[in-house]
């Protein structure tokens, strides 16, 4: 079994810009799970009346949705640019990531000179680490529903 630092990574711009729509697609499906376990969220808060360990871990799944959208939205914007960065060609790549950087605001302490350029493998890398973030919160969201559920479970048959 070969591991993920063994793997060769595509040598092409293209091939990154490819890469990195397919990471934002599988951004859709994690949001349709999150989406999911947001309505699971929400329907067993009903019954909480007052605060307990409950409707803090109820609390925290919902601030977890929250995240998990915020990084779908993301990624969602992300896709499109991505595909076009795929379409274009090799050599109309760069200018085509400077005008992109040119219209986005500058993050602060990411002051870049401006013959400095962002290729695509460290982009996608952005858009790896992103997805692993809203992965991440579909674990706490699931975690604090797992929680409640437990309790509930506990109760009814104690």
């Known amino acids: 079994m070969r591991v993920m630092s063994e793997i060769a990574l595509p040598r092409t711009p293209s091939a990154h810009a490819l890469v990195g729509v397919s990471l934002c697609e ?54 499109p640019v991505f595909a076009a960065w795929a379409n274009c060609d090799e050599d109309a790549l760069p200018e085509a990531l400077r005008g992109f950087d040119a219209v986005l605001p500058r993050r602060q302490g990411a002051a870049r000179g401006d013959g400095d350029l962002r290729l695509l493998p460290a982009r996608v890398a952005g858009v790896r680490r992103r997805l692993l973030y ?5 674990g706490g969201q699931v975690a604090s529903l797992a929680f409640v559920w437990s309790e509930y479970f506990l109760r009814a048959h104690a």
Do not use: K, Y
Not at 50 to 62: E, R, Y
């Open 26 to 79: 599988a951004g859709r499906a994690v949001d349709g799970w999150s989406r999911a376990l947001f309505l699971a969220t929400i329907l067993s808060g009903l019954p909480i009346a007052s605060p307990s360990p409950n409707f803090f871990a109820l609390a925290a799944g919902v601030v977890f949705a929250g995240f998990a959208a915020c990084h779908a939205l993301r990624l969602a914007f992300d896709r």
């Open 134 to 138: 809203q992965a991440a919160c579909l």
